[in-house]
């Protein structure tokens, strides 16, 4: 008798540690929408996560 298995695979994002230079203007920006974000939420926002979903908007 053969038996099959069903394997679940789940998508882990990784993520990566990067350091790079953003001129003052595009912080603000940055800063401005995180903020914007939390008031909505009424929950913490990482810079990160602001900046990850912006350039994801972005480079479609």
Not at 12 to 24: C, P, W
Not at 32 to 46: C, F, N, T, V
Request: glycine letters at 0%; hydrophobic letters at 40%.
């Amino acid at each position: 008798m053969l038996y099959s298995k069903l394997h679940t695979i789940s998508v882990i994002e990784m993520s990566k540690r990067v350091t790079i230079m953003i001129d003052d203007d595009l912080d603000k920006k940055l800063r401005m929408r995180q903020a914007k974000l939390i008031q909505q939420e009424q929950l913490s926002y990482s810079y990160s996560k602001v900046l990850n979903e912006t350039l994801r908007k972005v480079l479609k």
